[in-house]
Protein backbone atom coordinates (compact mmCIF):
# COMPACT_ATOMS: atom_id res chain seq x y z
CA UNK A 1 0.00 0.00 0.00
CA UNK A 2 2.71 2.18 0.99
CA UNK A 3 4.69 1.43 -2.06
CA UNK A 4 1.29 2.60 -4.43
CA UNK A 5 1.63 5.84 -2.30
CA UNK A 6 5.03 6.49 -3.32
CA UNK A 7 4.25 5.65 -7.44
CA UNK A 8 0.95 8.47 -7.00
CA UNK A 9 3.68 10.93 -5.48
CA UNK A 10 6.11 10.08 -8.47
CA UNK A 11 3.47 10.65 -11.57
CA UNK A 12 1.55 13.56 -9.08
CA UNK A 13 5.42 15.50 -9.24
CA UNK A 14 5.99 14.50 -12.96
CA UNK A 15 2.02 16.11 -13.76
CA UNK A 16 3.39 19.38 -11.88
CA UNK A 17 6.32 19.52 -14.46
CA UNK A 18 9.01 19.27 -11.73
CA UNK A 19 12.56 18.47 -12.91
CA UNK A 20 12.83 14.62 -13.43
CA UNK A 21 16.22 14.82 -10.81
CA UNK A 22 14.14 15.82 -8.56
CA UNK A 23 11.23 13.98 -8.80
CA UNK A 24 13.49 10.70 -8.38
CA UNK A 25 15.43 11.84 -5.75
CA UNK A 26 12.14 13.43 -3.98
CA UNK A 27 10.40 9.18 -4.11
CA UNK A 28 13.75 7.87 -2.93
CA UNK A 29 13.77 10.19 -0.42
CA UNK A 30 10.15 10.01 1.01
CA UNK A 31 10.39 6.09 0.67
CA UNK A 32 13.43 5.95 2.76
CA UNK A 33 12.01 8.41 5.66
CA UNK A 34 8.46 7.18 5.94
CA UNK A 35 8.39 3.76 4.73
CA UNK A 36 11.73 2.50 5.52
CA UNK A 37 12.78 4.94 8.21
CA UNK A 38 16.05 4.74 7.15
CA UNK A 39 18.62 7.84 7.88
CA UNK A 40 18.31 9.88 4.72
CA UNK A 41 22.03 9.84 4.72
CA UNK A 42 21.90 6.48 2.91
CA UNK A 43 20.08 8.77 -0.47
CA UNK A 44 23.43 10.53 -0.44
CA UNK A 45 25.52 7.56 -0.14
CA UNK A 46 23.27 6.19 -3.37
CA UNK A 47 23.59 9.57 -5.06
CA UNK A 48 27.37 9.00 -5.21
CA UNK A 49 27.29 5.48 -5.72
CA UNK A 50 25.44 5.82 -8.71
CA UNK A 51 28.00 8.05 -10.73
CA UNK A 52 30.68 5.86 -8.98
CA UNK A 53 31.97 4.40 -12.29
CA UNK A 54 34.53 4.71 -14.86
CA UNK A 55 32.48 4.39 -17.23
CA UNK A 56 30.85 7.65 -16.85
CA UNK A 57 33.99 9.57 -17.36
CA UNK A 58 33.23 9.31 -21.01
CA UNK A 59 30.26 10.93 -21.31
CA UNK A 60 31.48 14.16 -21.03
CA UNK A 61 34.56 14.11 -23.33
CA UNK A 62 32.26 12.82 -25.73
CA UNK A 63 29.74 15.40 -25.05
CA UNK A 64 32.75 18.10 -25.56
CA UNK A 65 34.37 16.53 -28.25
CA UNK A 66 30.25 16.49 -29.97
CA UNK A 67 30.44 20.56 -29.25
CA UNK A 68 33.72 20.89 -30.90
CA UNK A 69 33.42 19.69 -34.12
CA UNK A 70 29.52 21.14 -34.65
CA UNK A 71 31.20 24.38 -33.69
CA UNK A 72 34.31 23.71 -35.73
CA UNK A 73 34.85 22.66 -39.83
CA UNK A 74 34.84 18.78 -39.27
CA UNK A 75 31.12 18.62 -40.70
CA UNK A 76 31.52 20.83 -43.59
CA UNK A 77 34.84 18.54 -44.62
CA UNK A 78 32.42 15.53 -44.22
CA UNK A 79 29.38 17.04 -46.36
CA UNK A 80 31.85 17.85 -49.43
CA UNK A 81 33.37 14.61 -49.08
CA UNK A 82 29.51 12.84 -49.35
CA UNK A 83 28.68 15.42 -51.91
CA UNK A 84 31.04 14.24 -53.83
CA UNK A 85 30.60 10.61 -53.44
CA UNK A 86 26.96 10.38 -54.27
CA UNK A 87 26.11 14.44 -55.27
CA UNK A 88 25.32 13.30 -58.80
CA UNK A 89 22.65 10.81 -58.42
CA UNK A 90 18.87 11.64 -58.05
CA UNK A 91 18.68 12.60 -54.36
CA UNK A 92 22.03 12.84 -54.40
CA UNK A 93 22.35 15.57 -51.39
CA UNK A 94 19.75 14.55 -49.56
CA UNK A 95 21.84 10.48 -49.82
CA UNK A 96 24.65 12.87 -49.06
CA UNK A 97 23.23 14.94 -45.72
CA UNK A 98 22.72 11.17 -44.34
CA UNK A 99 25.84 9.66 -44.96
CA UNK A 100 27.46 13.23 -43.73
CA UNK A 101 25.16 12.39 -40.80
CA UNK A 102 26.19 8.69 -40.42
CA UNK A 103 30.23 10.00 -39.93
CA UNK A 104 29.02 12.81 -37.69
CA UNK A 105 27.39 10.29 -35.15
CA UNK A 106 30.32 7.80 -35.54
CA UNK A 107 32.33 10.82 -34.07
CA UNK A 108 30.22 12.47 -31.56
CA UNK A 109 27.87 10.42 -30.03
CA UNK A 110 25.11 12.91 -29.48
CA UNK A 111 21.54 13.33 -31.72
CA UNK A 112 21.44 16.87 -30.96
CA UNK A 113 25.04 17.94 -31.75
CA UNK A 114 24.71 16.14 -35.55
CA UNK A 115 21.30 18.23 -36.43
CA UNK A 116 22.94 21.39 -35.11
CA UNK A 117 26.15 20.51 -36.85
CA UNK A 118 24.99 18.54 -40.40
CA UNK A 119 21.84 19.86 -40.17
CA UNK A 120 22.42 23.59 -40.09
CA UNK A 121 24.29 23.11 -43.38
CA UNK A 122 22.24 20.70 -45.17
CA UNK A 123 18.84 21.98 -44.27
CA UNK A 124 18.55 25.18 -46.48
CA UNK A 125 21.56 23.97 -49.28
CA UNK A 126 18.43 20.92 -49.91
CA UNK A 127 15.67 23.77 -49.94
CA UNK A 128 18.04 25.85 -51.99
CA UNK A 129 18.17 23.06 -54.61
CA UNK A 130 14.31 22.72 -54.71
CA UNK A 131 14.46 20.13 -52.39
CA UNK A 132 10.64 20.04 -50.64
CA UNK A 133 10.75 22.17 -47.61
CA UNK A 134 8.77 19.48 -45.78
CA UNK A 135 11.22 16.54 -47.13
CA UNK A 136 14.68 18.58 -46.49
CA UNK A 137 13.73 19.27 -42.55
CA UNK A 138 12.29 15.79 -41.89
CA UNK A 139 15.44 13.92 -43.36
CA UNK A 140 17.87 16.04 -41.69
CA UNK A 141 15.90 16.25 -38.51
CA UNK A 142 15.83 12.16 -38.53
CA UNK A 143 18.94 11.29 -39.94
CA UNK A 144 20.47 13.01 -36.49
CA UNK A 145 19.09 10.96 -34.66
CA UNK A 146 21.52 7.99 -35.66
CA UNK A 147 23.79 10.12 -33.28
CA UNK A 148 22.62 7.58 -30.92
CA UNK A 149 22.67 4.18 -32.48
CA UNK A 150 25.76 4.26 -34.49
CA UNK A 151 28.99 4.36 -32.04
CA UNK A 152 29.76 6.21 -29.90
CA UNK A 153 26.73 7.04 -28.22
CA UNK A 154 26.30 8.63 -24.68
CA UNK A 155 22.58 6.63 -23.94
CA UNK A 156 24.18 3.06 -24.92
CA UNK A 157 26.95 4.02 -22.38
CA UNK A 158 24.07 4.45 -19.76
CA UNK A 159 22.87 1.61 -21.07
CA UNK A 160 25.87 -0.46 -20.21
CA UNK A 161 25.96 1.31 -17.15
CA UNK A 162 22.66 0.15 -15.52
CA UNK A 163 22.42 -3.19 -16.99
CA UNK A 164 25.89 -4.19 -16.68
CA UNK A 165 26.49 -5.02 -20.26
CA UNK A 166 29.96 -4.33 -22.31
CA UNK A 167 30.33 -0.95 -23.76
CA UNK A 168 32.52 -2.54 -26.76
CA UNK A 169 29.60 -5.21 -27.40
CA UNK A 170 26.57 -2.57 -27.81
CA UNK A 171 28.80 -0.35 -29.36
CA UNK A 172 29.78 -2.90 -31.98
CA UNK A 173 25.71 -3.78 -31.81
CA UNK A 174 24.72 -0.35 -33.08
CA UNK A 175 27.01 -0.29 -36.30
CA UNK A 176 24.76 -2.59 -38.54
CA UNK A 177 21.44 -1.18 -37.23
CA UNK A 178 22.88 2.00 -38.19
CA UNK A 179 23.81 1.24 -41.55
CA UNK A 180 20.65 -0.14 -42.08
CA UNK A 181 18.40 2.73 -41.00
CA UNK A 182 20.70 5.31 -42.58
CA UNK A 183 20.68 2.93 -46.10
CA UNK A 184 16.39 3.15 -46.15
CA UNK A 185 16.82 7.13 -45.61
CA UNK A 186 18.75 7.14 -48.71
CA UNK A 187 16.51 4.82 -50.30
CA UNK A 188 13.43 6.54 -49.53
CA UNK A 189 14.98 10.18 -50.59
CA UNK A 190 16.19 8.46 -53.68
CA UNK A 191 12.58 7.35 -54.79
CA UNK A 192 11.23 10.66 -53.68
CA UNK A 193 13.94 12.75 -55.91
CA UNK A 194 12.90 10.04 -58.68
CA UNK A 195 9.21 11.39 -58.12
CA UNK A 196 10.04 14.83 -58.32
CA UNK A 197 12.50 14.93 -60.20
CA UNK A 198 15.44 16.11 -57.73
CA UNK A 199 19.03 16.36 -58.85
CA UNK A 200 21.88 18.49 -58.14
CA UNK A 201 23.93 19.93 -61.01
CA UNK A 202 27.19 20.69 -59.09
CA UNK A 203 29.84 18.63 -61.22
CA UNK A 204 33.37 18.18 -59.76
CA UNK A 205 36.93 18.25 -62.07
CA UNK A 206 39.48 16.15 -61.08
CA UNK A 207 41.48 18.71 -59.20
CA UNK A 208 38.49 19.50 -57.03
CA UNK A 209 37.94 15.70 -56.24
CA UNK A 210 41.44 15.64 -54.71
CA UNK A 211 41.04 18.66 -53.04
CA UNK A 212 37.82 17.35 -51.28
CA UNK A 213 39.01 13.97 -50.32
CA UNK A 214 42.44 15.66 -49.08
CA UNK A 215 40.84 18.12 -46.48
CA UNK A 216 38.11 15.89 -45.51
CA UNK A 217 40.60 12.94 -44.69
CA UNK A 218 41.46 14.38 -40.75
CA UNK A 219 37.83 14.33 -40.82
CA UNK A 220 37.33 11.14 -41.85
CA UNK A 221 40.23 9.09 -39.87
CA UNK A 222 38.34 10.08 -36.50
CA UNK A 223 35.78 7.49 -36.19
CA UNK A 224 38.57 5.35 -37.47
CA UNK A 225 41.10 6.62 -34.46
CA UNK A 226 38.13 6.34 -31.66
CA UNK A 227 36.65 3.04 -32.45
CA UNK A 228 39.31 1.29 -33.79
CA UNK A 229 41.21 2.20 -31.05
CA UNK A 230 38.31 0.20 -28.87
CA UNK A 231 38.04 -2.90 -30.43
CA UNK A 232 42.12 -2.91 -31.36
CA UNK A 233 42.65 -3.18 -27.24
CA UNK A 234 44.37 0.11 -27.24
CA UNK A 235 41.95 2.18 -24.86
CA UNK A 236 38.81 1.09 -23.45
CA UNK A 237 35.83 3.54 -24.33
CA UNK A 238 36.33 6.01 -21.61
CA UNK A 239 40.01 6.78 -22.81
CA UNK A 240 38.89 6.74 -26.42
CA UNK A 241 36.19 9.41 -25.43
CA UNK A 242 39.59 11.51 -24.09
CA UNK A 243 41.53 10.84 -27.52
CA UNK A 244 38.29 12.02 -29.21
CA UNK A 245 38.83 15.41 -27.98
CA UNK A 246 42.24 15.87 -28.32
CA UNK A 247 41.90 14.77 -31.77
CA UNK A 248 39.43 17.15 -32.09
CA UNK A 249 40.98 20.03 -30.72
CA UNK A 250 44.08 19.33 -32.81
CA UNK A 251 42.44 19.18 -35.77
CA UNK A 252 40.06 22.15 -35.67
CA UNK A 253 42.83 24.91 -34.02
CA UNK A 254 46.06 23.70 -36.06
CA UNK A 255 44.88 21.98 -39.38
CA UNK A 256 41.71 23.53 -40.48
CA UNK A 257 42.02 26.78 -38.29
CA UNK A 258 38.32 27.71 -38.50
CA UNK A 259 37.44 26.72 -34.48
CA UNK A 260 38.93 30.37 -32.60
CA UNK A 261 40.85 29.92 -29.41
CA UNK A 262 38.24 32.54 -27.82
CA UNK A 263 35.58 30.21 -28.61
CA UNK A 264 36.74 27.38 -26.64
CA UNK A 265 35.36 28.94 -23.08
CA UNK A 266 32.08 28.99 -23.85
CA UNK A 267 32.31 25.45 -25.55
CA UNK A 268 33.47 23.99 -22.90
CA UNK A 269 30.73 25.74 -20.41
CA UNK A 270 28.20 24.82 -22.76
CA UNK A 271 29.67 21.25 -22.44
CA UNK A 272 30.41 20.78 -18.72
CA UNK A 273 26.66 22.59 -17.85
CA UNK A 274 25.04 19.71 -19.88
CA UNK A 275 27.46 16.85 -18.46
CA UNK A 276 26.59 18.11 -15.15
CA UNK A 277 22.53 18.05 -15.54
CA UNK A 278 23.15 14.82 -17.56
CA UNK A 279 24.61 12.95 -14.58
CA UNK A 280 22.85 14.63 -11.81
CA UNK A 281 19.85 12.96 -13.47
CA UNK A 282 21.50 9.72 -13.86
CA UNK A 283 22.57 9.93 -9.98
CA UNK A 284 18.62 10.06 -9.06
CA UNK A 285 17.76 7.46 -11.40
CA UNK A 286 20.25 4.77 -9.87
CA UNK A 287 19.04 5.81 -6.47
CA UNK A 288 15.44 5.33 -7.83
CA UNK A 289 16.37 1.72 -9.26
CA UNK A 290 17.60 0.83 -6.06
CA UNK A 291 14.48 1.45 -4.50
CA UNK A 292 12.93 -0.91 -7.32
CA UNK A 293 15.21 -3.32 -6.88
CA UNK A 294 15.01 -3.35 -3.03
CA UNK A 295 11.12 -3.21 -3.25
CA UNK A 296 11.62 -6.22 -5.72
CA UNK A 297 9.65 -4.64 -8.49
CA UNK A 298 11.39 -6.08 -11.74
CA UNK A 299 10.33 -9.62 -10.40
CA UNK A 300 7.14 -8.81 -9.41
CA UNK A 301 6.15 -7.38 -13.12
CA UNK A 302 7.83 -10.08 -14.75
CA UNK A 303 5.52 -12.36 -12.96
CA UNK A 304 3.08 -10.45 -14.34
CA UNK A 305 4.15 -10.27 -18.27
CA UNK A 306 4.94 -13.57 -18.01
CA UNK A 307 1.49 -14.46 -16.65
CA UNK A 308 -0.06 -12.13 -19.51
CA UNK A 309 2.27 -13.18 -22.67
CA UNK A 310 3.90 -16.35 -23.05
CA UNK A 311 5.71 -15.24 -26.00
CA UNK A 312 8.72 -13.22 -26.13
CA UNK A 313 7.94 -11.92 -29.94
CA UNK A 314 4.53 -10.85 -28.64
CA UNK A 315 6.58 -9.24 -25.50
CA UNK A 316 8.91 -7.64 -28.16
CA UNK A 317 5.80 -6.15 -30.07
CA UNK A 318 4.22 -5.11 -26.91
CA UNK A 319 7.30 -3.43 -25.44
CA UNK A 320 8.11 -1.79 -28.31
CA UNK A 321 4.82 0.09 -28.20
CA UNK A 322 5.10 0.96 -24.76
CA UNK A 323 8.74 2.46 -25.51
CA UNK A 324 7.08 4.68 -27.99
CA UNK A 325 4.56 5.92 -25.65
CA UNK A 326 7.37 6.40 -22.99
CA UNK A 327 9.95 8.34 -25.69
CA UNK A 328 6.82 11.03 -26.06
CA UNK A 329 6.11 11.69 -22.22
CA UNK A 330 9.53 10.62 -20.62
CA UNK A 331 12.80 12.50 -21.18
CA UNK A 332 15.51 10.41 -22.76
CA UNK A 333 18.11 9.58 -20.57
CA UNK A 334 15.51 8.60 -17.92
CA UNK A 335 13.52 6.22 -20.22
CA UNK A 336 17.05 4.47 -20.74
CA UNK A 337 18.04 4.31 -16.70
CA UNK A 338 15.02 3.66 -14.90
CA UNK A 339 13.17 1.52 -17.40
CA UNK A 340 15.89 -0.46 -18.58
CA UNK A 341 16.59 -2.05 -15.67
CA UNK A 342 12.89 -2.86 -14.18
CA UNK A 343 12.42 -5.06 -17.31
CA UNK A 344 16.33 -7.11 -16.28
CA UNK A 345 14.33 -10.25 -15.01
CA UNK A 346 11.87 -10.54 -17.51
CA UNK A 347 14.58 -10.28 -20.19
CA UNK A 348 16.01 -12.88 -18.48
CA UNK A 349 13.08 -15.34 -18.18
CA UNK A 350 12.47 -15.08 -21.69
CA UNK A 351 15.74 -15.49 -22.71
CA UNK A 352 16.17 -11.83 -24.61
CA UNK A 353 19.65 -10.92 -24.81
CA UNK A 354 20.75 -7.59 -23.35
CA UNK A 355 22.58 -6.51 -26.30
CA UNK A 356 20.36 -7.14 -28.78
CA UNK A 357 17.54 -5.47 -26.35
CA UNK A 358 19.85 -2.67 -25.72
CA UNK A 359 19.59 -1.61 -29.49
CA UNK A 360 15.90 -2.06 -29.60
CA UNK A 361 15.79 0.42 -26.85
CA UNK A 362 18.08 3.06 -28.62
CA UNK A 363 16.03 3.12 -31.34
CA UNK A 364 12.48 3.73 -29.51
CA UNK A 365 14.97 6.85 -27.99
CA UNK A 366 15.65 7.92 -31.44
CA UNK A 367 11.98 7.88 -32.19
CA UNK A 368 11.52 10.03 -29.03
CA UNK A 369 14.05 12.49 -30.50
CA UNK A 370 11.58 13.22 -32.99
CA UNK A 371 8.18 12.92 -31.23
CA UNK A 372 7.07 15.96 -28.83
CA UNK A 373 7.00 17.09 -26.12
CA UNK A 374 10.41 15.98 -25.14
CA UNK A 375 12.00 15.70 -29.08
CA UNK A 376 14.98 17.43 -29.01
CA UNK A 377 15.79 17.01 -32.42
CA UNK A 378 12.23 18.99 -33.16
CA UNK A 379 13.18 21.84 -30.94
CA UNK A 380 16.92 22.08 -32.54
CA UNK A 381 15.61 22.02 -36.15
CA UNK A 382 12.99 24.98 -35.30
CA UNK A 383 15.56 26.87 -34.38
CA UNK A 384 17.69 26.02 -37.80
CA UNK A 385 14.78 26.66 -40.03
CA UNK A 386 12.74 29.20 -38.58
CA UNK A 387 9.35 27.04 -38.18
CA UNK A 388 6.93 26.12 -35.44
CA UNK A 389 6.83 22.72 -33.53
CA UNK A 390 3.85 21.51 -35.60
CA UNK A 391 5.49 22.63 -39.08
CA UNK A 392 8.50 20.24 -38.32
CA UNK A 393 6.03 17.61 -36.52
CA UNK A 394 4.43 17.23 -40.00
CA UNK A 395 7.66 16.80 -41.69
CA UNK A 396 8.88 14.24 -39.52
CA UNK A 397 5.99 12.52 -39.61
CA UNK A 398 6.75 10.12 -42.41
CA UNK A 399 10.40 9.81 -41.10
CA UNK A 400 9.29 8.73 -37.93
CA UNK A 401 6.56 5.86 -39.62
CA UNK A 402 10.10 4.72 -42.00
CA UNK A 403 12.17 4.31 -38.41
CA UNK A 404 8.98 1.81 -37.03
CA UNK A 405 9.18 -0.25 -39.68
CA UNK A 406 13.33 -0.05 -39.35
CA UNK A 407 12.46 -0.82 -35.54
CA UNK A 408 10.35 -3.78 -36.46
CA UNK A 409 13.19 -5.24 -38.63
CA UNK A 410 15.89 -5.16 -36.13
CA UNK A 411 13.32 -6.94 -33.25
CA UNK A 412 12.65 -9.70 -35.06
CA UNK A 413 16.58 -10.11 -36.84
CA UNK A 414 18.31 -9.98 -33.47
CA UNK A 415 21.35 -11.09 -36.02
CA UNK A 416 21.32 -7.35 -37.25
CA UNK A 417 22.24 -6.48 -33.93
CA UNK A 418 24.17 -9.51 -32.57
CA UNK A 419 26.33 -10.40 -35.37
CA UNK A 420 29.32 -8.24 -35.27
CA UNK A 421 29.99 -8.93 -31.38
CA UNK A 422 28.86 -12.73 -31.49
CA UNK A 423 31.99 -12.96 -34.11
CA UNK A 424 34.41 -10.39 -33.27
CA UNK A 425 34.12 -10.62 -29.10
CA UNK A 426 31.76 -13.30 -28.04
CA UNK A 427 33.68 -16.06 -30.24
Known sequence: MMLTIVFICFFALMTLSTPIAIVLAATTAMYLFFIASTPLTSLIQQLFNGLDNFVLLGVPFFILAGNIMAEGAISDRLINVMKLCVGRLAGGLAMAGVMACMFFAAISGSSPATVIAIGSIMMPALIKEGYGERFSIGLLTSSGSLGILIPPSIPMILYALVMNVSVAEIFMA??????????????????MSRKYRWRSEERY?????????????WALFLPFLVLGGIYGGIFTPTEAAAVSVVYALVVELFIYKELKWYKLFAICRESAILSGCLLFVLSCAMTFIWLLTVEQVPLKLADIIIKNIDNKWLFLLAINGVLLIIGCLMDIVTAVVIISPILIETLTRYNIDFIHFGIIMI????????TPPFGLNLFVSMAIVKRSLIEVGRAILPFILLFFGCLLCITYIPKLSLILPELLIRR
Do not use: H, Q, W
Not at 174 to 191: D, E
Not at 205 to 217: P, S
Open 205 to 217: TLKDAVRIIKEGL
Open 363 to 370: INVECGFL
Open 174 to 191: GFLPGIFIGCCLMGYSYL
